[in-house]
C-alpha cells in the first residue's frame, strides 16, 4: 500500500505525510531529543529531519516546545473545574471577560461551551483557601449568572500528546 498525505492540508496548504506524523508523536513524548535521535525513530538523517521540524514549526503545527512540571511538586494540589454562565452574550462583555480571565494564572484552560454552560475553565491553585481568592477575584470581572465549581479528587488520566490521526492509506 502506498502512503498518502492525510486529506487536510494545514492553513500553508501542505499536506502532513507519515513522516510529519512520526516526528509529531515523537516530539509530543519528548520535546528534548536531538534532531539525530528524532531523525533515528522516523527513518531519517539528521538534516531532512531538522528541515521538516523547522517547517512544522513554521507553519505552525508546532506551537512550542515546553517542560511539563508536576503541579503537586510545586504546590498546586486543587484543580478546579469551574463552569460559568452569563446572561451577557455581547461581544463587549465577552472581550472583558476573556480579557481577565487569560490574565489570571490560575487558569490553566478556558473555553467557550455549547450547552448548558457558557465557558468552561481549568484552575490550579495550592488549597481551598487559594481557590477562594481566586472565585473571589473572578466573580468581581464581569457580572455573572452562574458560577459552578467542581473539585477533582483524583487525576487519573492526563496526557499533553494528541491523538496524531494515521495517513490514509490507497
Known amino acids: 500500500m502506498n502512503e498518502l498525505a492525510v486529506q487536510?492540508?494545514?492553513?500553508?496548504?501542505?499536506r502532513l505525510d507519515a513522516i510529519d506524523r512520526?516526528?509529531?508523536?515523537?516530539?509530543?513524548?519528548d520535546a528534548s531529543l536531538s534532531v539525530a535521535e528524532i531523525g533515528d525513530r522516523?527513518?531519517?538523517s539528521?538534516?531532512?529531519c531538522w528541515k521538516r521540524i523547522q517547517r512544522l514549526e513554521a507553519d505552525g503545527v508546532i506551537l512550542?516546545?515546553?517542560?511539563?512540571?508536576?503541579?503537586?511538586?510545586?504546590?498546586?494540589?486543587?484543580?478546579?473545574?469551574?463552569?460559568?454562565?452569563?446572561?451577557?452574550?455581547s461581544e463587549a462583555w465577552l472581550k472583558k471577560f476573556?480579557?481577565?480571565?487569560?490574565?489570571?494564572?490560575?487558569?490553566?484552560?478556558?473555553?467557550?461551551?455549547?450547552?448548558?454552560?457558557?465557558?468552561m475553565l481549568r484552575v490550579v491553585v495550592a488549597d481551598m483557601q487559594s481557590y477562594d481568592v481566586f472565585y473571589k477575584k473572578l466573580i468581581a470581572t464581569v457580572p455573572l449568572k452562574n458560577v459552578t465549581s467542581r473539585f477533582a479528587m483524583e487525576k487519573i488520566k492526563s496526557v499533553t500528546a494528541l491523538p496524531v490521526p494515521?495517513?490514509?492509506?490507497?
Open 166 to 170: 494515521a495517513v490514509a492509506a490507497a
Open 98 to 119: 476573556a480579557e481577565a480571565v487569560s490574565a489570571m494564572p490560575e487558569v490553566m484552560e478556558f473555553y467557550r461551551m455549547a450547552g448548558d454552560v457558557d465557558y
Open 64 to 89: 512550542r516546545r515546553v517542560a511539563l512540571v508536576d503541579q503537586n511538586k510545586i504546590g498546586l494540589g486543587i484543580t478546579v473545574f469551574v463552569s460559568v454562565e452569563s446572561s451577557d452574550h
Open 42 to 44: 522516523v527513518g531519517l
Open 46 to 48: 539528521s538534516t531532512p
Open 8 to 14: 487536510f492540508p494545514n492553513e500553508h496548504g501542505r
Open 22 to 29: 512520526k516526528i509529531l508523536m515523537v516530539l509530543q513524548e
